[in-house]
């Protein structure tokens, strides 16, 4: 990381209004040191500021491209030409990775970090000087900070596995951010210990914004969203018991919610699970309702974490959601990706291999098709309205009369045009306004259902403790699976008895994993903490290699070693930080060479 230089104390507040009308805050061009730091509100446009800038291209896309576009899921929307506008996008997924690809900087993620590391510094100072700045109020204050610090650490490590780490702030030019690279372990047990530290002081539930297009408990980081981060962290350590204990603690907080939201309503169906159902009503031949509230209206019930951008006003007067728009497509230009074929010709599969059953709903949600039954896009994140049911007989849309199946007809629903806002057409790009969800329910549930799946012993013949974690386990994939069901009654398509062994029922949460957050940015880096796990890449190497039939045998052998499954360090980090060591897998830095000999 570069030498800084003198930093102006204007950075750190936001970019633009971009999330709220908390995050309103006129910019100052220059603000004197002792005019900064002196009331409550400084410290809160810090952290708006820190919110916004991970609502740029420059965050979100990485957020997108090293937690995804690596997997089986993603390709180039045309694999025969490069993406002109983005030729380091096309590299990446057609694994050509080297140290001199642009999506290799991690800048952004360390500016944030650094903007909490003042906050972290200062914000005590505050207190002293300003009495209505309650103690309570900096502890919230001090744990959102860390949670925004911990996120941007836990983006970098389960990226490029060993990065400079450090909590102090970066302010002058007599400081330099030339630190060697902190080993993987220490940082993840570092962000737990942190997290450990402040997770009782953040805010349980914040009061309502005088924006209704906002949810301040989806659109900051509360003590739920600390306790996600948390269940996941420890699931990367191997530490299954804290990571269903804090699983445990999100998933009854959404429970209360959901019944404090309407007390009568039936989650039977769902194992008890308050997930938003799939049908308005099950007499009624309309579909896509969860999919909606969640991906076009967003801040669903189900939500932890998301980021916002708003969808009222004029869309060129806020931040829009740049990289969805670029990457999965807009109403005025193709996509720079698409899914796979394995994903895409799964849906028409006599033998599935993604989505198991013919009636599960994500397999239509999340992608485009044409009148004629052709994959075009992915449509998650960029479509505007659910999908519905015209005329049953039509073979363009989904209709069932009974639970069986028999008079199940179905075909492929070509949809309307991507969410928007008014603004000029010809930048039609910047205006995609869906929010990117970082928690959800449903995630939080399988990283549940992963960590049950490994406490279960090797052993051939079951104990009753492994029947005990198998059967939770189950339940909780099969509480998901059977919300996406377009049937007129939610029911098993998944038996517990076909996943009978430890190896089964991780295989089955790691599919269901894909089908439920697939294009969220989750799949690469679940391939990555199973491979960790294993201590090799077998399952990985079975997996991605699915994304190109014509490259499958050159994307296996790339990932022989388990280096691989990282990314480099960037070509000019490497320059000016004497002390990074560049990934093995990736040779010098200067080209795409490296050593295939197995680790």
Not at 326 to 342: C, E, I, L
Request: overall charge negative; some cysteine; hydrophobic content about 35%.
């Amino acid at each position: 990381m570069k030498k800084v230089k003198a930093l102006a104390l204007a950075a750190l507040l936001p970019m633009c209004a971009a999330c709220s009308d908390f995050l309103e805050v006129e910019p100052q061009n220059i603000i004197p040191a002792d005019e900064f730091w002196n009331e409550e509100g400084d410290v809160e446009s810090v952290i708006a500021g820190c919110y916004a800038e991970m609502e740029t291209y420059s965050f979100l896309s990485r957020a997108m491209i090293w937690g995804e576009f690596r997997s089986e899921n993603i390709v180039a929307y045309n694999s025969n030409e490069e993406i002109e506008e983005d030729v380091n996008l096309q590299r990446i997924l057609t694994e050509n990775i080297t140290a001199d690809n642009g999506y290799t900087s991690w800048t952004t993620f360390y500016n944030i970090i650094n903007r909490c590391n003042i906050l972290l510094e200062n914000a005590p100072k505050v207190a002293e000087s300003d009495p209505s700045y309650t103690k309570s109020e900096l502890k919230a204050h001090l744990a959102e900070a860390t949670a925004i610090r911990s996120l941007c650490y836990f983006y970098l490590i389960r990226t490029f596995r060993d990065v400079p780490y450090s909590e102090e702030p970066f302010i002058d030019d007599d400081q330099t951010l030339d630190l060697p690279a902190t080993p993987f372990e220490t940082i993840l047990q570092n962000l737990i210990a942190s997290l450990e530290n402040v997770k009782e002081d953040a805010v349980t539930r914040f009061q309502a914004s005088s924006n209704s297009s906002y949810d301040y408990n989806k659109n900051r980081m509360t003590k739920w969203f600390i306790y996600s981060l948390l269940s996941e962290l420890y699931l990367w350590q191997n530490d299954y018991d804290n990571c269903i204990r804090y699983a445990d603690l999100v998933i009854n907080r959404k429970k209360e919610e959901a019944k404090e939201l309407d007390d009568t309503e039936d989650y039977s169906a769902f194992n008890n699970f308050p997930l938003i159902k799939t049908r308005y009503s099950q007499f009624l031949p309309v579909f896509g309702n969860a999919y909606s509230e969640i991906f076009v209206e967003g801040n669903s019930q189900e939500s932890i974490f998301e980021l916002c951008f708003t969808k009222t006003g004029n869309a060129t007067s806020s931040l829009s959601n740049g990289p969805v728009s670029s990457f999965y497509g807009n109403a005025d230009r193709a996509p720079y990706v698409k899914a796979s074929d394995y994903v895409s010709k799964d849906v028409t599969a006599s033998d599935r291999q993604v989505f198991a059953s013919v009636y599960d709903g994500r397999a239509y949600e999340n992608l485009r098709f044409s009148g004629s039954g052709d994959p075009l896009s992915i449509n998650k994140y960029t479509t505007s309205s659910e999908l519905e049911l015209g005329d049953p007989a039509s073979t363009n849309y989904f209709y069932n009369t009974t639970d069986a199946g028999s008079a199940f007809s179905w075909g492929l629903p070509t949809w309307g045009s991507q969410y928007t806002t008014s603004g000029a057409s010809s930048n039609y790009a910047s205006y995609n306004k869906s929010n990117f969800i970082i928690y959800r329910l449903t995630d939080i549930m399988l990283l549940k259902a992963e960590a049950l799946s490994q406490k279960m012993s090797d052993a051939e013949e079951m104990t009753a403790a492994d029947s005990s974690y198998l059967e939770q386990a189950f339940v909780l994939v099969s509480a998901v699976n059977k919300r996406s069901l377009y049937v007129t009654s939610y029911k098993d398509t998944l038996v517990m008895n076909n996943f009978a062994s430890k190896s089964l029922i991780t295989n089955l949460v790691y599919d269901e994993r894909e089908r439920e957050l697939m294009f969220e940015g989750k799949r690469f880096f679940d391939l990555v903490r199973r491979s960790r796990r294993d201590g090799n890449t077998n399952y990985l190497r079975t997996k991605v290699p699915n994304k190109s039939a014509s490259s499958a045998t050159i994307i296996q052998n790339s990932f022989t070693k388990m280096d691989r499954i990282y990314w480099p360090y960037n070509l000019e980090e490497l320059k000016v930080n004497k002390n990074l060591v560049q990934n093995s897998a990736f040779g010098s830095g200067e080209n795409g060479s490296y050593d295939k000999t197995a680790k």
